[in-house]
C-alpha cells in the first residue's frame, strides 16, 4: 500500500485527574528523522518513542509534540523513617555541642535520602505517554495511507498516458518512414529527371534501412514498456516503494531522453516532450512516497 510522508496524528490517554496528548506530524525526508517536545519528567521517554515511530515509519521528517495535564512532571515524597532518623541525630548531636534544639524540617529533607520519587506516578505518566503515542500513530498512518492513495491514483493515472503515448509514438515512427520513402524517390525523380538519370527502388530503400537504423527506438520503447510494468507492480506491492519508484521513473527519463535524440521527425517531438512531462511528473510524486 502506497503511503505518503506526509500526516498527521493526534492521541491522548487519560485516568482520574491525569492526561497524556501527542501530536504527531510528519513532512517529506530522505530518511527517517525525528524532532520531540517532551515535558520535564518524561524525557527519558525519547528513545521509546523513537523505536515506536520507526517500527512503521520508515522515510520522513517527524515532529512529536507532548502535552501532560493533571500531574506533576517528577512527583516526590518524604522518606519518613529517614527523616526521622537525621532528627534523632541532630538533637543528640545538638545537645552534647550544646546548641540550641531548633531543627527545621525543610532543612533536613534537603539531606541525601530524604526525598524519594514516587515510582508509581511516574510509571502512570510513562504508561498513558505511551498510550497517547500508539494512538497518534495509527492516525498518523491513517492519514498517509489516505494521501498515499491519491498519490497511486495520479501516478497510475499518468502510467496509462505514457503507454497511450508509446504507442503512439512507435505507430507515428513507422508511418514517417514509409512518408519518407515516398517522399525521397519523388524528389530524386525531380532532382534528376532532367539528366535522364534514375535511381532504382533499392537505392531509396537502403537509404530509407540507414535512416531507420540511426532513428531506431524500438529498444527503448521495449525498456520503457518494462518499466512502466515494472511500476505497477511496485505500487501494488507492500514494501515501501518511494526509492524504488524514484530509481524507475530516472531510468524512463533516460530512455525517453534518448528516443528525442534520435527523433528525426517533428511530428514525434510533441509526443515525446508530453512523454517527458509526465514521467517527471511521477518522478515528483515519487518523492512524496514513503
Do not use: W
Not at 34 to 40: F, G, I, V
Not at 101 to 123: F, N, Q
Not at 219 to 226: A, P, T
Not at 263 to 283: F, N, T
Request: net charge positive.
Amino acid at each position: 500500500m502506497i503511503e505518503s510522508m506526509t500526516g498527521f496524528g493526534y492521541g491522548k490517554a487519560q485516568v482520574t485527574g491525569n492526561s497524556v496528548a501527542v501530536s504527531l506530524r510528519s513532512l517529506n525526508n530522505r530518511s527517517f528523522k525525528l524532532n520531540t517536545r517532551l515535558p520535564e519528567g518524561l524525557v527519558g521517554a525519547q528513545q521509546e518513542i523513537e523505536e515506536l515511530l520507526k517500527s512503521r515509519i520508515r522515510r520522513g521528517m517527524v515532529y512529536c509534540y507532548v502535552e501532560s495535564d493533571g500531574m506533576p512532571s517528577v512527583a516526590f515524597t518524604l522518606d519518613e523513617e529517614t527523616v526521622l532518623g537525621y532528627c534523632r541525630r541532630l538533637r543528640s548531636l545538638a545537645r552534647k555541642a550544646g546548641l540550641p534544639d531548633d531543627i527545621r524540617i525543610e532543612r533536613v529533607a534537603a539531606l541525601p535520602g530524604a526525598l524519594r520519587e514516587h515510582a508509581a506516578k511516574s510509571t502512570v505518566q510513562r504508561e498513558l505517554l505511551m498510550k497517547a503515542a500508539r494512538k497518534a500513530l495509527t492516525a498518523l498512518v491513517a492519514s498517509r495511507r489516505k494521501e498515499g492513495a491519491k498519490i497511486e491514483e495520479e501516478v497510475r493515472r499518468l502510467l496509462d498516458r505514457i503507454v497511450a503515448i508509446c504507442k503512439r509514438v512507435a505507430q507515428g515512427r513507422m508511418k514517417f518512414l514509409k512518408e519518407y520513402q515516398k517522399k525521397l524517390s519523388s524528389r530524386i525523380e525531380e532532382l534528376l529527371g532532367e539528366f535522364s538519370f534514375k535511381v532504382s527502388q533499392m537505392d531509396v530503400a537502403r537509404e530509407v534501412a540507414t535512416l531507420a537504423e540511426r532513428s531506431d527506438i524500438a529498444e527503448e520503447l521495449q525498456r520503457l514498456n518494462m518499466h512502466t510494468e515494472q511500476m505497477a507492480k511496485v505500487l501494488s506491492g507492500k514494501k515501501p516503494a518511494g526509492r524504488q519508484l524514484e530509481f524507475i521513473a530516472q531510468e524512463m527519463l533516460r530512455e525517453a531522453s534518448t528516443m528525442g535524440a534520435k527523433s528525426i521527425s517533428s511530428k514525434l517531438v510533441v509526443p515525446l516532450l508530453e512523454l517527458k512531462g509526465h514521467i517527471d511528473k511521477i518522478r515528483e510524486q515519487a518523492q512524496n512516497i514513503q
